[in-house]
Structures are given as C-alpha cells and as structure tokens.
C-alpha cells in the first residue's frame, strides 16, 4: 500500500501553476514533483530532465503502445505522458508526488487512483490571464489567442477538482496550497499508514 499521496495540479496555461509548484518542492523534502515525457519543442530557459522529458512523437507513441505511461494527453498539438513505474515507485517509497497536468491527465488519474488529491489553479481574471502569457514572451500572439480559447474550455471542468486556489496574489496562493497538503497528510486514512507502528504499539498498551 503506497504510504505518501498524489497530488494532481491543473490550471490553464499562464495561471502560475509551474512557479507555483516549484516554489512548493523546494521547500519541502517529502514532496516531488512528476517530470513528464513530451514531444513540445523545448524552450530556451528549459532543460531535459529538468522542466521535462523531451522526446519525438515517435519514441512518444512508442512508449505509449508499451504502457509506459499512467496518464497522457494530447494540448495544443503536443503530446504529454506521465511515467508510470517512476510515480508508484516514489508513493511506495514514501515520498507525495505532485503531477502538473491538464484536465484531461487529470480525470484519466481519477479514474486510476481515486485516493490522488487534485487541486486547480485559477487566475483572478482572464484579463491577467492575458496579461500574464504576453509578459512571458514566450509566444506569438496566434498562440496566445490560442491558449486563452483553450483556458475556458479547462476552466469549464474546475468542479472536477477537490480544491480550487486563485492565483492573483502569489504567496497567498502558495501557502493555501501547503495548507491542502498538510491537511490531507493529517487525515486518518493517511496517518494509519504513515503511523502504524506507533498505532500498534498504542493499542497493546505499549
């Protein structure tokens, strides 16, 4: 019986999920963070086996058709994948891992491990939205409108979601975040696995 947790973070592209997550593993050693395979071109500030796995569509399929992956996606015309074997292998280890993926990753996670935590993102406007996908200067502005488009299509599945957390101002939203995870941590269900040994000792009278 895997001893830590899944924690599934969702948000339209622009709404700070990234910093966010960051911002929450390098704080806290029992929490790690899912790098995904995909076959999106990589950005210059990224690094394979950093930011993510970056492979060709082919090698992608490939991994696909072999069960590899626990969850994957097709956004934006890029495919995304969650390793399988990787993410089991941290939970049984102890260690909570936290998957940044779209609403479609998300429900196929649901489906496969319905204990998995999931959390959404949003932002405090569309307009920031906006606002905050030109600063990046990370796309042309054809991709832009495209992303927004996509941005209510996600936001339209929120009520899936266990939690939801408005990313307007930065630390606020960061400490909300660690407040759901140290809650579900503390949950029964969570603290029987993490405390047998004490709970046995505790019901001998020990």
């Not at 001893?3 to 050693?29: M, N, Q, R, Y």
């Not at 939203?173 to 993490?194: E, F, G, V, Y």
Request: proline fraction near 3%.
């Amino acid at each position: 019986m895997p001893k830590a947790t899944l924690f599934i973070v969702t948000a339209p592209s622009g709404a700070g999920k990234t910093s966010l997550v960051k911002a929450l593993v390098e704080h806290d050693e029992r929490l790690c963070v899912s790098i995904s395979h995909t076959t999106r071109p990589k950005r210059p500030s990224e690094q394979d086996g950093v930011n993510y796995h970056f492979v060709d569509e082919s090698s992608f399929m490939e991994m696909l058709r072999a069960g590899e992956f626990f969850e994957s996606a097709e956004v934006y015309g890029n495919h995304y994948g969650t390793s399988q074997t990787w993410v089991n292998q941290k939970l049984t280890e102890g260690t909570d891992v936290i998957l940044e993926i779209d609403w479609q990753g998300a429900a196929q996670i649901r489906n496969l491990n319905p204990a998995a935590c999931s959390i959404f993102i949003l932002p405090p406007s569309l307009e920031t939205l906006t606002t905050r996908l030109q600063e990046r200067a990370q796309d042309d502005a054809e991709t832009i409108e495209n992303r927004m488009r996509q941005a209510a299509d996600e936001i339209s599945h929120v009520a899936e979601a266990d939690f939801m957390v408005v990313n307007d101002d930065f630390n606020t939203a960061l400490n909300d975040i660690r407040a759901i995870i140290r809650s579900h941590r503390l949950t029964a269900k969570a603290q029987q696995a993490n405390l047998s040994e004490l709970l046995t000792g505790l019901s001998r009278g020990k």
